[in-house]
């Protein structure tokens, strides 16, 4: 059953069709460009580690778990290092001119402030909201945040990202029911990511209130 939000070649499983035997170098590259290069905005990251766990479980997948998880741990954490020097040299070369409506330098300040205050929470939190994770590297880059604060936050991030969703899928894939409504529970999986920013943002919002 295909993830109907998604085209097919684009979904979880419709990729893994067509990498066939290259699934998961295929599956980490993917990983790398979903957590550093724009390009990765198209990419499935959350359903995609979900999804081989449960081949690693089926034996779909026959490289062993350790492997599995510890090249995906290393494509994300890898790929927001290059994410982020990326928006760190170019950024200050587009920011620069005080008259322009989108790129104004007075934007990298206050970001620059939305890091130096939130920076662990939205670096570790943006690892489970799609096209978030994507832009948020370069846009810490950007802002120039404190690069020893940006690489620990975004290793916690990868653990409980890269290894912890891949881990979830190889242990709920042994589970009959998950196997059979393999699209229910990538749904709900985009869901309960969901659910630690929507609390930010409520807390964020009672907070200005009072």
């Not at 081949?55 to 995906?72: C, K, T």
């Not at 760190?88 to 939305?114: A, C, I, Q």
Request: net charge positive; glycine share 10%.
């Amino acid at each position: 059953m295909k993830l109907a939000l998604l085209p097919d070649w684009l979904s979880a499983e419709g990729l893994f069709e067509i990498l066939g035997p290259w699934a998961l170098i295929g599956f980490t590259i993917i990983i790398f460009l979903e957590c550093g290069l724009f390009i990765g905005i198209l990419f499935p990251g959350d359903s995609l580690l979900f999804l081989t766990g449960m081949l690693v479980a089926s034996g779909a997948i026959d490289q062993p778990l350790w492997l599995v998880i510890s090249l995906l741990f290393s494509a994300a954490v890898l790929g927001n290092i290059v994410g982020y020097h990326v928006g760190n040299y170019f950024g200050p070369k587009l920011f620069t001119n005080p008259n322009s409506r989108l790129l104004k330098p007075e934007y990298v300040e206050k970001t620059h402030v939305f890091f130096e205050k939130y920076g662990a929470k939205a670096i570790i939190l943006a690892r489970f909201v799609p096209i978030v994770r994507t832009l948020i590297t370069a846009t810490a880059g950007v802002a120039g945040m404190d690069r020893k604060k940006f690489y620990l936050y975004s290793l916690i991030g990868a653990i409980i990202w890269a290894i912890g969703v891949t881990l979830l899928g190889y242990w709920l894939g042994q589970i009959d029911i998950v196997k059979n409504n393999i699209e229910i529970a990538l749904l709900l999986l985009v869901f309960v990511s969901l659910i630690p920013i929507i609390i930010e943002a409520i807390r964020h919002r009672k907070d200005l209130k009072s």
